[in-house]
């Protein structure tokens, strides 16, 4: 068992989940709910000598000149000691320190005097009027000799472990100081020597490595871009869209499915082991899928062909192999048998499309070409905004590759809690949960499972956002004080608008976190040599 000792408590776009696991710093606070859920969300530590006492290396970015001075906490005051301690410090894996703490008997006997003293004021001992002295020997044989070992042992603690721990307050990580030492094995050796040894395990702020000095002033970037965000093409299609919505479904009843129709499918799948099917697989399996056949590039390739043609009534049987970049992993690669069924069957019957369809088509447009126009920028916009992104994606990805940091597991499990708040944040808006799903979903056991599940997604942000913070730190960037405090501001609102408890230092904590990032992301997408390839 390891010990828990409390001293004074000091005060905590739109992007789809794979993206906002690695571009932690939109425009909006994507933090903003966190503090209220994710201090709830158990760490596997359970052992914290006290939550927000020791620095945090001035966040996740690391040190820099513009953190606030909230990033490192007040340390609680050293009590003067009659004698100095012995402290011998061992370098551990992880960015982990074990400190082996050796206190001298005239230490133990001043700790044993104060709980003496202590006891003979709140003891209210039979036969003495209080405030009256009480013969020591008395005292013990009503309060109990084990008992005053007990606080005795705790006394020792209190008053040691701050000096113990000067030398490494600076480096030490928030919430992450824990004696390791077994309580029994203090008060026996407290028993039999009249003095006391203890180890305390301290994550420390990991040093970052870069695998080529300075590499990152000259990235050399090849992105990738979806052919979908293509503005032209997204204009067309959303024209299309539009213009396909003024029309009237009408059922086709003399031939086979075409692409521009619509058809309701009956959807089912196994998969192929050594050429024969066997295991169904449900996530590929609908019932009444609704099947607008100018969207067949969303669907495994091969799909929309192997129907093409099909009558209404008809049942098709086909194989196709899931690729290795579909969304869903666990369907990458896999063959699978499909079993089709084509339901109903349905064309659009359009209206011609010219001017008198603007005004239905984008309102206060007049002509058809103000409404291309209009569309047209919008998906500009668009395509600029996914551009950046995937190119701070890109930049993200191989600073990444660039270093090498010994990460503590404090770092990790605080990391992990963060991305699990948010996950379970994005869970509850989709779906309001009750009480007794929160509580199940928020389990040491539920936290725990995620954390190594997503071990090597929470490794790789850690690794990003040290990288990052180095970099703000090394080209001396700066913040502008009063975009800060403006987001800062927001950010508040954003909290007491939807009634949400927090912490205003550790929201102007996150803030700066995440400006700073965005600052650095800026400032190597100025100099990095970039390569665009549409896919």
Same mark, same amino acid.
């Given at each position: 068992?390891?010990?828990?000792?409390?001293?004074?408590?000091?005060?905590?776009?739109?992007?789809?989940?794979?993206?906002?696991?690695?571009?932690?710093?939109?425009?909006?606070?994507?933090?903003?709910?966190?503090?209220?859920?994710?201090?709830?969300?158990?760490?596997?530590?359970?052992?914290?000598?006290?939550?927000?006492?020791?620095?945090?290396?001035?966040?996740?970015?690391?040190?820099?000149?513009?953190?606030?001075?909230?990033?490192?906490?007040?340390?609680?005051?050293?009590?003067?000691?009659?004698?100095?301690?012995?402290?011998?410090?061992?370098?551990?894996?992880?960015?982990?320190?074990?400190?082996?703490?050796?206190?001298?008997?005239?230490?133990?006997?001043?700790?044993?005097?104060?709980?003496?003293?202590?006891?003979?004021?709140?003891?209210?001992?039979?036969?003495?009027?209080?405030?009256?002295?009480?013969?020591?020997?008395?005292?013990?044989?009503?309060?109990?000799?084990?008992?005053?070992?007990?606080?005795?042992?705790?006394?020792?603690?209190?008053?040691?472990?701050?000096?113990?721990?000067?030398?490494?307050?600076?480096?030490?990580?928030?919430?992450?100081?824990?004696?390791?030492?077994?309580?029994?094995?203090?008060?026996?050796?407290?028993?039999?020597?009249?003095?006391?040894?203890?180890?305390?395990?301290?994550?420390?702020?990991?040093?970052?490595?870069?695998?080529?000095?300075?590499?990152?002033?000259?990235?050399?970037?090849?992105?990738?871009?979806?052919?979908?965000?293509?503005?032209?093409?997204?204009?067309?299609?959303?024209?299309?869209?539009?213009?396909?919505?003024?029309?009237?479904?009408?059922?086709?009843?003399?031939?086979?499915?075409?692409?521009?129709?619509?058809?309701?499918?009956?959807?089912?799948?196994?998969?192929?082991?050594?050429?024969?099917?066997?295991?169904?697989?449900?996530?590929?399996?609908?019932?009444?899928?609704?099947?607008?056949?100018?969207?067949?590039?969303?669907?495994?390739?091969?799909? &929309?062909?192997?129907?093409?043609? *099909?009558?209404?009534? $008809?049942?098709?049987?086909? +194989? /196709?192999?899931? @690729?290795?970049?579909? #969304?869903?992993?666990?369907?990458?690669?896999?063959?699978?048998?499909?079993?089709?069924?084509?339901?109903?069957?349905?064309?659009?019957?359009?209206?011609?499309?010219?001017?008198?369809?603007?005004?239905?088509?984008?309102?206060?447009?007049?002509?058809?070409?103000?409404?291309?126009?209009?569309?047209?920028?919008?998906?500009?916009?668009?395509?600029?905004?996914?551009?950046?992104?995937?190119?701070?994606?890109?930049?993200?990805?191989?600073?990444?590759?660039?270093?090498?940091?010994?990460?503590?597991?404090?770092?990790?499990?605080?990391?992990?809690?963060?991305?699990?708040?948010?996950?379970? &944040?994005?869970?509850?808006?989709? *779906?309001?949960?009750? $009480?007794?799903?929160?509580? +199940? /979903?928020?389990? @040491?056991?539920?936290? #725990?499972?995620?954390?190594?599940?997503?071990?090597?997604?929470?490794?790789?942000?850690?690794?990003?956002?040290?990288?990052?913070?180095?970099?703000?730190?090394?080209?001396?960037?700066?913040?502008?004080?009063?975009?800060?405090?403006?987001?800062?501001?927001?950010?508040?609102?954003?909290?007491?608008?939807?009634?949400?408890?927090?912490?205003?230092?550790?929201?102007?904590?996150?803030?700066?976190?995440?400006?700073?990032?965005?600052?650095?992301?800026?400032?190597?997408?100025?100099?990095?040599?970039?390569?665009?390839?549409?896919?």
């Amino acid at each position: 068992m390891e010990l828990s000792v409390k001293f004074t408590a000091f005060p905590h776009s739109n992007l789809n989940q794979s993206q906002s696991n690695q571009f932690f710093f939109n425009n909006s606070f994507r933090t903003q709910f966190l503090p209220a859920i994710c201090h709830k969300l158990p760490l596997s530590s359970s052992c914290q000598v006290q939550r927000s006492a020791f620095p945090r290396f001035s966040s996740k970015f690391g040190a820099s000149s513009s953190s606030s001075s909230s990033s490192v906490a007040v340390v609680p005051e050293k009590d003067k000691l009659p004698a100095d301690i012995k402290v011998t410090e061992t370098q551990e894996a992880n960015s982990r320190l074990k400190l082996s703490v050796e206190v001298p008997p005239v230490v133990c006997d001043d700790c044993y005097s104060r709980v003496i003293r202590e006891f003979m004021k709140q003891a209210k001992v039979p036969g003495f009027r209080p405030g009256k002295l009480v013969p020591e020997s008395i005292l013990i044989s009503y309060v109990g000799k084990q008992n005053v070992q007990k606080a005795t042992v705790e006394s020792i603690l209190k008053r040691t472990l701050p000096h113990a721990l000067s030398e490494v307050t600076e480096r030490a990580l928030r919430d992450s100081v824990r004696i390791v030492t077994q309580f029994s094995d203090m008060e026996k050796t407290y028993s039999l020597l009249n003095s006391l040894r203890y180890d305390v395990i301290v994550d420390v702020a990991p040093e970052i490595e870069w695998i080529a000095e300075n590499g990152y002033k000259n990235l050399k970037i090849v992105v990738e871009i979806d052919s979908e965000i293509d503005a032209k093409k997204a204009s067309e299609k959303e024209l299309s869209r539009r213009h396909k919505s003024l029309g009237t479904l009408r059922i086709v009843s003399d031939r086979g499915l075409q692409i521009g129709d619509v058809a309701v499918l009956d959807i089912s799948a196994t998969k192929i082991d050594n050429g024969k099917s066997s295991t169904p697989i449900p996530a590929a399996e609908s019932k009444g899928f609704y099947f607008d056949t100018e969207d067949g590039d969303k669907l495994i390739p091969g799909f &929309l062909d192997s129907i093409i043609g *099909m009558q209404q009534g $008809e049942t098709k049987s086909f +194989s /196709l192999v899931f @690729p290795e970049s579909w #969304k869903q992993e666990n369907l990458r690669g896999i063959h699978a048998q499909f079993t089709v069924e084509c339901k109903e069957l349905f064309y659009s019957d359009l209206p011609h499309l010219d001017d008198s369809l603007a005004d239905k088509l984008l309102a206060g447009c007049t002509t058809l070409q103000q409404v291309k126009e209009s569309l047209l920028q919008k998906c500009l916009e668009l395509e600029q905004t996914a551009k950046d992104q995937a190119t701070d994606n890109a930049i993200l990805d191989q600073l990444c590759k660039m270093v090498e940091v010994d990460i503590p597991q404090s770092l990790f499990e605080e990391e992990g809690r963060q991305l699990y708040g948010a996950k379970l &944040l994005e869970i509850q808006a989709n *779906m309001k949960l009750s $009480e007794e799903q929160l509580a +199940s /979903l928020s389990s @040491p056991k539920a936290v #725990k499972e995620y954390l190594e599940k997503q071990r090597d997604n929470i490794t790789k942000m850690i690794k990003q956002n040290l990288a990052v913070g180095d970099i703000f730190k090394r080209e001396n960037l700066q913040l502008s004080t009063e975009e800060l405090v403006k987001e800062v501001e927001n950010s508040v609102a954003e909290f007491k608008h939807h009634k949400q408890n927090y912490d205003e230092e550790r929201v102007r904590e996150q803030v700066q976190e995440i400006m700073e990032g965005a600052k650095v992301v800026e400032w190597l997408r100025e100099r990095a040599e970039i390569q665009y390839i549409i896919r």
